[in-house]
């Protein structure tokens, strides 16, 4: 778990510096119909500053706006990255992930940063396997159900340039501005 030093508002950015003195900011979030939105993101082919910076950047952005999860293309950068924090199971990145095995189905209800003020009824696999890279280059392998299995698909959708609305079965409605989104 990282912990934090000090912040201050640099550049109309909000920045700070972890223990380690690497730069992290809260980044902005594209929004669709943004085409890096419709774009397949690229492998990571290694870890290195940009990228540690990267993953710094965006739990730090996943914090502030209390979001499950985010994916790279989601602020900027179309990078095989997602980050995904629920309450109780931490903070999960995964760099190149897959998912390997799906099992069962459920009608789950769920939105996106990245399409404010809409939700909609979609159906996902009940629980996953993902396998993919930690932040530190090793290899991992998630079992996951429920709420963290739905973030994890809705999250690798974002790498392959697909967001939930583009599911054909998907029912959207509208929300208030501002309501709880995934
Ligand atoms: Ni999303």
Redo the contacts with the bound molecule.
Sequence with gaps: MTRWGWCKVYNSALVSYNFCGVIMAILPIRVFPDPILKQKSKRVRTIDGSVQRLIGSMIETLHYIHAA?L?AP?VGFPLRIIVVGIPEKGDIVLINPEVVRRKGECLVDEG????PDYRGEIMRAEAVTVKGRDQNWKEIRIKADGLLAQALQ??ID?LKGI??IDHPETKIYKIEPGEAE?
């Design positions: 999860g994916a989601q996106c940063l990245s399409v809705h999250e974002h967001l939930y995934l």
